[in-house]
């Protein structure tokens, strides 16, 4: 395998992340928040204990916790269903109609017995022994057989009597011994002894319930009764022993345990599709509200990675700290808002800490009051950072996280401890203050980070490339010195103008110093570095015009020599937009003669146009310097036709499309470069005789026209080519 061979993958493989990094940045946030959210870290919950067996140590709380007991809510709601008595369903007075008239039956049947001449004794007792559902023994059959008729007939109404009074009432299936027992006793006193035996043995057995239990009226009862019962809730104080070394592990024990995170626990596959759907959700969000605001601005991946990386750094973070209650008071969100809120922007910023800050509430014990807890320092400390291009507003942004913190913290110690000490607040409240110094200095510390070792543009490293003794700027200071002058009054012109509409200055400064670069590469092409000899006079058009157009270019390969910003090598390319280069192409044409077509293609950079304000402004402020220098206007009319000029000539052409300036942006960004202009040609009143440049006799200025512009529009131009 040849060294083309690799460099050959490498690029394909480059190209391929870059062109699906959303997709790729949302399965690896999702698998890897999802892994985080889910799954214990190796060495942290170690404590194994079973119910029902003897701690093998000492167990205590290691912060403080208020939960609500499952354990507990579960055995009070299963009492009370307990206490509720079973429901019956109502009295049935048909059933004891029912027994009477079987009751009425068997008599029937034994008077018929009874009345037999033919039959023998043992088989009228064999007939009544075979009643159905009625047991008669030997003795009483016999006594039934030897009673007269009116002894008969008595304790048939005997035994009518005890049916009709019991079967009236409510009788439940626990209770029927109870009243077949009462029916045995309920004999008239009249009655002979052999009449009591009859009536006894044959009354109790018509006796059954009259009411049964309603299963389902009883466990709706008992499910309300259950449902009014509260969750019970549990407090346990930090450092307090759960259960004594030796003891029995309850189940309460153990629950408790659990909630603080001290068990050691197979893996929950509900949590585990919970964490994922959260997961899935955040990023989701990041997803989309990037496609719709960010993409555009940050095009390349690795802005996607960092991201992504970040997130999931901080989401380790945020569920190993925040299972203390100490180090929960310490968890740096704020330092991740800030990193944003510089990288991105304040809006991404905002959204990230807020989603962030939810997630972290929603896996950590007290989840209401971490989650306000860091949304508020995060959220504050993006809303007050001003001025990021200086050290002390971080710091500044910090302390007042800080505040958010502390208010969060009175508010819930307010809430929740209306009677305690204001002591109790103050190390919450220390703390709450180091972590916004803390997240101030990490957040410098990602700046040096993101800015050496993954090529993101950030402050500081901003800071680094303007100083003027930076290598580039040194050597195209000594190569190409009118380059060099020429790139410090656009950076002046730019800066100034990026100040106005609140864009990057800062990145707008450091492009402006580098976006002429490549003119280092052939100075003497360029009319700020001739001194008297134009090589352009010995060349034809399109070779003069395609020298101009080469500095972008060797701009971007000197750029990436350098380890320039991507962002900063986005707007080298960018500087001249897809422009066209019409002084040469006009006199390509002059030189071909009527009739003959030139392609104005051939003479067009390569672009793309600016996709970013910051993009915009520099090649704007580019043109306008250009122009300026060239035409040194002194009226404020001057200046202002040629300001609008430049202005229109790029809107008209769609030079502006792409680079998310609104129209109060453009008209902000035309009054402060006619400001500037007029500070720096030290513009007077008009006196008579000092007409040497009005708004009537500047002439119009080498600018491109719209890509439909007809022909006789092009010999607009009378710019020097070379300055293009």
Same mark, same amino acid.
């Given at each position: 395998?040849?060294?083309?061979?690799?460099?050959?993958?490498? $690029?394909?493989?480059?190209?391929?992340?870059?062109?699906?990094?959303?997709?790729?940045? *949302?399965?690896?946030?999702?698998?890897?928040?999802?892994?985080?959210?889910?799954?214990?870290?190796?060495? /942290?919950?170690?404590?194994?204990?079973?119910? !029902?067996?003897?701690?093998?140590?000492?167990?205590?709380?290691?912060?403080?916790?208020?939960?609500?007991? &499952?354990?507990?809510?579960?055995?009070?709601?299963? &009492?009370?269903?307990?206490?509720?008595?079973?429901?019956?369903?109502?009295?049935?007075?048909?059933?004891?109609?029912?027994?009477? %008239?079987?009751?009425?039956?068997?008599?029937?049947?034994?008077?018929?017995?009874?009345?037999?001449?033919?039959?023998?004794?043992?088989?009228?007792?064999?007939?009544?022994?075979?009643?159905?559902?009625?047991?008669?023994?030997?003795?009483?059959?016999?006594?039934?057989?030897?009673?007269?008729?009116?002894?008969?007939?008595?304790?048939?109404?005997?035994?009518?009597?005890?049916?009709?009074?019991?079967?009236? &009432?409510? #009788?439940?299936?626990?209770?029927?011994?109870?009243?077949?027992?009462?029916?045995?006793?309920?004999?008239?006193?009249?009655?002979?002894?052999?009449?009591?035996? @009859?009536?006894?043995?044959?009354?109790?057995? *018509?006796?059954?319930?009259? +009411?049964?239990?309603?299963?389902?009226?009883?466990?709706?009862?008992?499910?309300?009764?259950? %449902?009014?019962?509260?969750?019970?809730?549990?407090?346990? %104080?930090?450092?307090?022993?759960?259960?004594?070394?030796? $003891? #029995? @592990?309850?189940?309460?024990?153990?629950?408790?345990?659990?909630?603080?995170?001290?068990?050691?626990?197979?893996?929950?596959?509900?949590?585990?599709?919970?964490?994922?759907?959260?997961?899935?959700?955040?990023?989701?969000?990041?997803?989309?509200?990037?496609?719709?605001?960010?993409?555009?601005?940050?095009?390349?991946?690795?802005?996607?990675?960092?991201?992504?990386?970040? #997130?999931?750094?901080?989401?380790?973070?945020?569920?190993?700290?925040?299972?203390?209650?100490?180090?929960?008071?310490?968890?740096?969100?704020?330092?991740?808002?800030?990193?944003?809120?510089?990288?991105?922007?304040?809006?991404?910023?905002?959204?990230?800490?807020?989603?962030?800050?939810?997630?972290?509430?929603?896996?950590?014990?007290?989840?209401?009051?971490?989650?306000?807890?860091?949304?508020?320092?995060?959220?504050?400390?993006?809303?007050?950072?001003?001025?990021?291009?200086?050290?002390?507003?971080?710091? =500044?942004?910090?302390?007042?996280?800080?505040?958010?913190?502390?208010? +969060?913290?009175?508010?819930?110690?307010?809430?929740?401890?209306?009677?305690?000490?204001?002591?109790?607040?103050?190390?919450?409240?220390?703390?709450?203050?180091?972590?916004?110094?803390? /997240?101030?200095?990490?957040?410098?510390? !990602? *700046?040096?980070?993101?800015?050496?070792?993954?090529?993101?543009?950030? #402050?500081?490293?901003?800071?680094?490339?303007?100083?003027?003794?930076?290598?580039?700027?040194?050597?195209?200071?000594?190569?190409?010195?009118?380059?060099?002058?020429?790139?410090?009054?656009?950076?002046?012109?730019?800066?100034?103008?990026?100040?106005?509409?609140?864009?990057?200055?800062?990145?707008?400064?450091?492009?402006?110093?580098?976006?002429?670069?490549?003119?280092?590469?052939?100075?003497?092409?360029?009319?700020?570095?001739?001194?008297?000899?134009?090589?352009?006079? /010995?060349?034809?058009?399109?070779?003069?015009?395609?020298?101009?157009?080469?500095?972008?270019?060797? !701009?971007?390969?000197?750029?990436?020599?350098?380890?320039?910003?991507? =962002?900063?090598?986005?707007?080298?390319?960018?500087?001249?937009?897809?422009?066209?280069?019409?002084?040469?192409?006009?006199?390509?044409?002059?030189?071909?003669?009527?009739?003959?077509?030139?392609?104005?293609q051939q003479f067009r950079y390569p672009g793309p146009r600016p996709r970013s304000r910051e993009s915009a402004i520099v090649m704007l402020a580019d043109a306008i310097d250009a122009t300026s220098t060239a035409l040194r206007p002194n009226t404020e009319k001057a200046i202002e036709k040629l300001v609008n000029t430049i202005f229109e000539d790029d809107i008209l052409e769609g030079q502006l499309n792409s680079s998310n300036l609104s129209m109060g942006d453009i008209e902000q960004l035309r009054a402060s470069f006619i400001e500037t202009l007029k500070g720096r040609f030290h513009v007077r009143v008009q006196y008579p005789g000092n007409e040497l440049i009005t708004a009537e006799n500047v002439p119009d200025l080498?600018?491109?026209?719209?890509?439909?512009?007809?022909?006789?529009?092009?010999?607009?131009?009378?710019?020097?080519?070379?300055?293009?």
């Open positions: 395998m040849n060294r083309n061979q690799v460099n050959g993958w490498a $690029e394909r493989f480059q190209l391929w992340v870059r062109r699906y990094a959303l997709p790729i940045f *949302f399965v690896c946030l999702t698998v890897g928040m999802t892994l985080i959210l889910s799954f214990d870290l190796p060495g /942290s919950n170690q404590i194994n204990a079973t119910v !029902g067996q003897p701690a093998l140590y000492d167990i205590f709380s290691p912060r403080t916790l208020t939960y609500t007991s &499952q354990l507990l809510t579960r055995q009070a709601r299963e &009492q009370a269903g307990r206490a509720v008595n079973d429901v019956y369903t109502p009295l049935d007075l048909g059933i004891g109609r029912s027994q009477l %008239a079987r009751a009425r039956d068997v008599f029937a049947f034994i008077e018929t017995v009874r009345a037999d001449s033919s039959a023998t004794l043992e088989r009228k007792l064999e007939y009544l022994k075979a009643i159905d559902g009625i047991v008669i023994g030997d003795e009483v059959g016999q006594t039934i057989l030897e009673l007269s008729q009116a002894e008969f007939d008595e304790v048939r109404v005997n035994v009518f009597s005890i049916i009709e009074d019991l079967m009236r &009432q409510e #009788i439940r299936p626990s209770q029927l011994n109870d009243f077949q027992r009462t029916a045995r006793r309920l004999a008239s006193l009249e009655l002979s002894t052999a009449q009591t035996s @009859v009536v006894t043995e044959l009354s109790h057995q *018509f006796i059954v319930p009259t +009411v049964f239990p309603n299963e389902e009226a009883t466990a709706t009862a008992r499910s309300e009764a259950a %449902a009014l019962v509260q969750p019970v809730t549990r407090t346990v %104080a930090r450092d307090q022993r759960i259960v004594r070394a030796g $003891e #029995i @592990v309850t189940e309460a024990d153990f629950e408790l345990m659990g909630e603080l995170g001290l068990l050691q626990r197979a893996t929950d596959w509900r949590r585990v599709v919970s964490m994922a759907i959260a997961s899935i959700s955040l990023t989701t969000l990041i997803s989309l509200y990037w496609v719709r605001f960010q993409r555009s601005h940050f095009s390349n991946g690795r802005y996607l990675g960092v991201l992504g990386g970040l #997130i999931l750094i901080f989401t380790l973070l945020g569920k190993i700290m925040t299972a203390s209650d100490v180090l929960a008071y310490w968890y740096p969100l704020a330092a991740l808002s800030l990193l944003l809120a510089v990288v991105y922007d304040t809006r991404f910023a905002i959204l990230i800490t807020v989603l962030l800050a939810g997630l972290i509430g929603f896996i950590s014990p007290n989840s209401l009051e971490i989650a306000i807890f860091l949304a508020a320092g995060g959220v504050l400390s993006v809303l007050t950072l001003r001025d990021s291009q200086r050290m002390s507003a971080f710091f =500044r942004a910090g302390l007042l996280a800080s505040v958010g913190y502390i208010v +969060v913290i009175v508010m819930f110690w307010l809430l929740a401890e209306p009677d305690s000490n204001p002591v109790d607040i103050s190390m919450p409240a220390v703390y709450a203050l180091g972590n916004g110094l803390i /997240s101030s200095a990490l957040t410098l510390a !990602g *700046f040096y980070i993101l800015g050496g070792i993954f090529g993101i543009v950030t #402050i500081l490293q901003l800071q680094d490339l303007s100083r003027l003794d930076h290598p580039l700027l040194r050597e195209l200071l000594r190569r190409a010195p009118g380059t060099y002058h020429h790139s410090i009054m656009v950076a002046n012109l730019a800066e100034q103008a990026a100040e106005h509409i609140g864009a990057n200055s800062t990145l707008v400064r450091v492009s402006a110093f580098y976006h002429d670069v490549g003119k280092m590469v052939r100075p003497p092409f360029f009319i700020e570095n001739q001194e008297g000899i134009d090589p352009h006079a /010995s060349l034809d058009p399109l070779t003069s015009a395609r020298i101009l157009i080469s500095h972008v270019a060797d !701009g971007i390969t000197l750029a990436r020599q350098y380890h320039l910003p991507f =962002r900063v090598q986005n707007i080298i390319a960018e500087h001249h937009g897809d422009r066209a280069v019409r002084g040469f192409y006009h006199k390509a044409q002059e030189a071909a003669g009527e009739g003959v077509d030139i392609d104005l080498a600018l491109p026209a719209p890509s439909v512009s007809l022909p006789e529009q092009l010999p607009r131009t009378t710019q020097t080519p070379s300055s293009a």
